[in-house]
């Protein structure tokens, strides 16, 4: 079972001073709403305390369901179709448990995130990518890979997408994209599972509705999107809290491995969450994370249009945390990293963002919200003078 590989190459940027990181995926702390929830913590163990010290319930506390459905305003949504888990993570890797038998087939994008990609090979997966084009996953792609694969008799498990602000690469599929990505699926009978952390984070732009809402109101009484929500970067990766929404069926399969592994979600966060959304804190805590992070992206983009050599392409968001940088094609940015630590600066290589044996080696991924707009400035100088000596 592989280890995290970028969770090891940001180990080995740790020691080098004044090193300027865009390798992470961090919120900055400053969105941190702490005092709100120290505040909140405390008047939940007070108040709630005999109840949420005690072991919890493993679908997850009905509170915070309840909460949740009236945020997010699904008509049809109900308890039994959402569960909490410890982190989306968690939730990922329940959902594969609950659907994949060793040898089975797992599509994704290619990049995609590499938690996941690592957990579906951990549980015996063939996990197969497919393109992301500028406006999402490339179905032309996908439906020839589909078709390749029942030739071949092999048993699709479901399509792992994650269509928002996509990490790596920070693109966002259209709407018209969603409807066929979804009718194609119905058709194929593959489920989808959407992963979000990133679709609240929009700074500007009109919002595309996720795929869950789209099944929802376009495709009535299918039920083959799964979506996990995290509030990694929302609230705080620290409190490792996420929920699913999907078929009665399927989150019954996952509850039944939160019992065997993670038993329950901490019951004090839940309730802590359930507070946060009830007082009407959410939405607009969220509007604040996202005006703190705009000039930052907005930092980035201007400084790579400045210092980067013209045969460099890269995406261009409107929010989410990370931007993606394609460069020629004999450029190995695995070797790069290792230059440009020396240059005092950090990135992901873009290989570790795909399946195994289905690497590509001539990009990389970059972070722009755990910087300051000076270290924006300074490191994408370091990192376009070293491609533009590499390319000469």
């Given at each position: ?25 961090f919120?900055?702390?400053?969105t941190?709403?702490?005092h ?40 049809e949504?109900?308890?039994q ?26 599509l994704c ?10 957990a ?10 497919i ?15 589909i ?42 009978n593959?489920?989808?599972?959407e ?9 500007f732009?009109?919002?595309v ?5 789209v ?13 996990i ?52 804190f959410?939405n ?13 992206l ?95």
């Open positions: 079972m592989k280890s995290s590989l970028i969770r090891e190459l940001v180990a080995s940027t740790k020691s080098i001073p004044d090193l300027i990181s865009f390798a992470g995926g919120p900055a702390p400053a941190f709403p702490k709100i929830l120290s505040e909140l913590y405390l008047n939940v163990v007070n108040e709630d305390g005999y109840e949420v010290l005690q072991y919890g319930a493993s679908e997850g506390d009905i509170q915070l369901k309840n909460e949740l459905i009236k945020w997010e305003g699904y008509k949504l109900t308890t179709k959402m569960l909490i888990t410890s982190g989306a993570t968690n939730g990922i890797f329940y959902f594969a448990k609950a659907l994949v038998d060793p040898g089975d087939v797992v994008e290619a990049p995609s995130f590499l938690g996941s990609l690592v579906f090979e951990a549980i015996g997966a063939e996990t197969i990518g393109p992301v084009q500028e406006d999402g996953i490339d179905l032309d792609q996908l439906i020839h890979t078709q390749s694969l029942k030739r071949q008799n092999k048993q699709i498990k479901f399509l792992y997408l994650i269509p928002d602000f996509q990490n790596p690469s920070g693109v966002t599929m259209t709407l018209a994209k969603r409807k066929e990505l979804i009718a194609l699926c119905i058709k194929e593959i489920p989808i599972l992963d979000n952390p990133y679709s609240r984070l929009r700074f732009g009109k919002t509705p996720t795929l869950y809402s099944c929802a109101s376009d495709f009535a009484g299918a039920e083959i999107v799964t979506e929500v995290s509030f990694s970067k929302i609230l705080g990766p620290g409190m490792r809290l996420a929920f699913v929404k999907g078929s009665a069926e399927i989150i019954s399969r996952m509850e039944s491995w939160q019992q065997k592994i993670t038993v329950t979600p901490d019951c004090v966060t839940q309730r802590v969450a359930a507070l946060f959304l009830n007082k009407g959410i607009p805590h969220i509007e604040t994370i996202c005006n703190y992070y705009k000039p930052f907005h930092k980035m983009l201007s400084e790579l249009e400045i210092h980067m050599p013209d045969k460099v392409e890269w995406t261009k968001p409107e929010g989410g945390i990370f931007l993606w940088l394609w460069l020629p094609e004999k450029t190995n940015a695995d070797e790069l990293f290792a230059l440009a630590r020396e240059q005092k600066v950090a990135f992901i290589p873009g290989s570790k963002f795909y399946p195994t044996g289905q690497e590509k080696f001539n990009c990389l991924r970059l972070n722009y919200t755990f910087s300051t707009e000076t270290q924006i400035e300074k490191g994408i100088e370091r990192l376009g003078n070293l491609l533009k000596t590499l390319l000469a």
